[in-house]
Nanobody, 116 residues
Framework: QVQLVESGGGLVQAGGSLRLSCAAS????????MGWYRQAPGKQRELVAS???????RYADSVKGRFTISRDSAKNTVYLQMNSLKPEDTAVYYC??????????WGQGTQVTVSS
């Protein structure tokens, strides 16, 4: 089992910034992918960004150039720096961990609200 603990959500004005953190603990494999999904009311959960243990990153088109994902493998922690936030970024953001062998784990979610 892997436990994910998120922090860093909150309320921010449009154009502002937030940084999300997610720490993994438990049976963490050295080879894994971590990332962030988000779900807005009435919408499906979507991938925001992911980063593999080798450092390969992937971003949703809607956040490219504004969000940056990074990780500290020694701490099993992934970060999402969100700049130039827009009201449409408002959602619950979920940390995600995957071993790549079909094991997926989710954090409890953290609310990000961007006011216009």
């Amino acid at each position: 089992q892997v436990q994910l603990v998120e922090s860093g959500g909150g309320l921010v004005q449009a154009g502002g910034s937030l940084r999300l953190s997610c720490a993994a603990s438990g049976n963490v494999f050295s080879i894994n992918t971590m990332g962030w999904y988000r779900q807005a009311p009435g919408k499906q959960r979507e991938l925001v960004a992911s980063i593999s243990s080798s450092g390969s990153t992937r971003y949703a088109d809607s956040v490219k150039g504004r969000f940056t994902i990074s990780r500290d493998s020694a701490k099993n922690t992934v970060y999402l720096q969100m700049n130039s936030l827009k009201p449409e970024d408002t959602a619950v953001y979920y940390c995600w961990y995957s071993t790549g062998f079909g094991d997926n784990y989710w954090g409890q979610g953290t609310q990000v609200t961007v006011s216009s």
